[in-house]
């Protein structure tokens, strides 16, 4: 016998916390997109997005959103360096966010 999904189960139902992690993770691919072809060092992307213009966006909370968009291929690391994928670049570019 299945259980009936709590509200909780529901996808629509994201917490404070994921809400906050879903703004860092657009903000960094937002920003990415923009800045490419330039090529940003995880460092240096740090820097500029945990300045504070981003709410809750700590350096701890974009290294957290660059590790989840690698592992996630809308990311990926170049030497050094993290570049978005071809296809998010495309996306980004239809959404027109850059």
């Known amino acids: 016998m ?3 999904p709590t509200p909780a189960d529901q996808p629509g139902d994201r917490s404070m916390a994921q809400r906050q992690d879903d703004a ?3 903000a960094v691919v937002a920003h990415l997109a923009h ?4 090529q940003l060092t995880v460092q240096e992307a740090i820097r500029e997005l945990a300045d504070g213009s981003i ?16 592992r996630a291929g809308l ?12 296809a998010t670049l495309r996306l ?7």
């Open 2 to 4: 299945h259980s009936q």
């Open 24 to 26: 860092i993770e657009f």
């Open 35 to 38: 800045l490419h072809p330039v």
């Open 55 to 70: 709410p809750g966006a700590d350096p701890m909370g974009v290294q957290d959103a660059i590790r989840s968009l690698t």
């Open 75 to 86: 990311l990926r690391r170049h030497g050094a360096y993290i570049v978005p994928t071809r």
């Open 92 to 98: 980004v570019q239809l959404w027109g966010v850059s």
